[in-house]
Structure formats: C-alpha cells, structure tokens
C-alpha cells in the first residue's frame, strides 16, 4: 500500500492519488491531510506515532512549507518501509522508529522542471512513491533519478527534564479535542493516580481516564502515545490550561 498524509484539506490529495494510481495499482489508505498548515513539528509527531502500527508501506507525506525552494525530496528507506517527503526533518522520526535497530538509508530525488513550482506534492513526491512501490522498498537502489545522501535536515523532539519531584518540558501537539500532548513521560505519574500533581503551580488530579472527573473539570493523564496530556473532560484541555504547542510547562509533585 501507499499511504498518504499532508496538510493539504482538499481537494490537492486527490490529485496525487490520480498520478500514483495511474502508474501502480496500489493500495491507497489517507492518514490525514489536515494536519496543522506547515507545521513540521505537528505533522513529525503524528507520524511518529501513526505510522509504526502499519504494515510495510510506501508512506508518502507532504507537509512542505519549502516548496519551490532549494530544499531536497527525498526517499528514506526505514526497516520494511519507505517514506517518500520533502527534506524538512518531518520524515525522520517516524523513520527512526520504522527503522528499529535497523540503519537508515536516505536517498535524494532529482527534481526535473516539474508542471507546478508549488506543488510538488503532485510532481515530484507521488510519482517517487509509485515508482518507490513499483520496485520495492529493498530495491530502492534501482530507482531510475534517485542518490544516495548523508547530509540531510535534523530534527529531534525537545528531550524534558526529570527531577525526583518535578519536570519541566513543553507541549509537542494539541490533538482535535484540544488535549496539550506534552513530551513528558507518562512514567512520572505513576503512583499519582487518584492524587494531584501541580500544573505550572495549579494543583490539577491525575486520572486514567478522562470520564474519571467530572463534565468540563481539568485532568493530567497519559494518552495513547504513552506522554503526559493536559485534558478536559468534554473539554479543550488548551483552553482550559491556557496552553499551545511549543509552550513549556511544569509539573511538580
């Protein structure tokens, strides 16, 4: 299969899909294409934890705010996967973890004069996912306009601080329902559940789960993704704690 993810809305995506289904008969699966306009940060973190619940993929992500510009397209071999993007760092944590204990190859796409400066999602990236599925991901190597790099866009997600009664760190995402996913682990919290926990000096109990408290009170929990969430019950936890992606935050206890 070939999944697809970008912060495009609609009806852009439709239009890769027609370029890779006119080249390969593969299985198309939407990830999302409404993540955060531009927002690399968002969109590496939703993949991170998306993505490793598939099975070998051709996984094809456009959230490009470098379009049109001197910015490479890459195809990054990730363990059974491959990961076809613009060399923004939004696909490398997601690769990391596809990877395993497993190296990383990365390879550089050659752009030749696609039809559109700013849409490249159409031109260069779904064309390399097709050929990218038509070959395999174990022979990536035989792709007719694809080289071998070293030296590409880092990122990392800001490590927190632990200390043996607090931690300090920031909120990574704000998901739909406004719940302030943070880069704390949720390890901090065991023993805490059932008590409380200061939220930048707001006393706030900790709760497995968001129906623990009641209708619109404020919560701290461990999501899905294992981190530590600012929440709401049947309420956005960002607004309640006064809160945004990138902000820093304390937790003592």
Same mark, same amino acid.
């Given at each position: 299969m070939i999944t697809l993810s970008s #912060?495009? +809305?609609? *009806?852009? *995506?439709a239009a890769m899909k027609g370029v890779i289904l006119s080249r390969t008969d593969a299985r198309l699966v939407d990830i999302a294409h409404d993540f955060p306009r531009q927002n690399v940060r968002a969109a590496a973190f939703w993949l991170r934890e998306v993505l490793p619940w598939f099975p070998p993929a051709v996984h094809l992500v456009v959230v490009d705010p470098g379009v049109g510009t001197d =910015? &490479? &397209? %890459? $195809?990054? =071999? &990730?363990g059974d996967? &491959? %990961?076809v993007g613009p #060399?923004? +760092? $939004?696909?490398? *944590?997601a690769a990391r973890v596809l990877a395993g204990d497993r190296p990383i190859s990365v390879f550089e796409v050659q752009i030749d004069d696609p039809a559109s400066h700013t849409f490249h999602g159409r031109d260069v990236f779904a064309p390399a996912a097709a050929r990218v599925h038509e070959v395999g991901v174990d022979a990536i190597e035989s792709v007719d306009g694809l080289e071998a790099v070293d030296d590409v866009v880092e990122f990392q997600f800001a490590e927190p601080v632990i200390g043996t009664a607090s931690a300090t760190g920031e909120v990574l995402v704000v998901d739909g329902f406004g719940n302030a996913i943070t880069n704390v682990p949720g390890a901090v919290l065991d023993d805490r559940y059932g008590r409380s926990i200061e939220v930048n000096g707001e006393a706030v109990p900790v709760e497995r789960s968001y129906a623990h408290v009641g209708p619109g009170d404020r919560l701290v929990t461990v999501g899905s993704h294992g981190y530590v969430e600012l929440a709401v019950n049947r309420g956005r936890g960002d607004e309640s704690f006064d809160i945004s992606a990138g902000d820093d935050l304390r937790l003592d206890w």
């Open positions: #912060d495009f +809305g609609s *009806p852009y *995506p =910015r &490479a &397209a %890459l $195809v990054i =071999r &990730a996967h &491959a %990961l #060399d923004n +760092g $939004v696909l490398l *944590p």
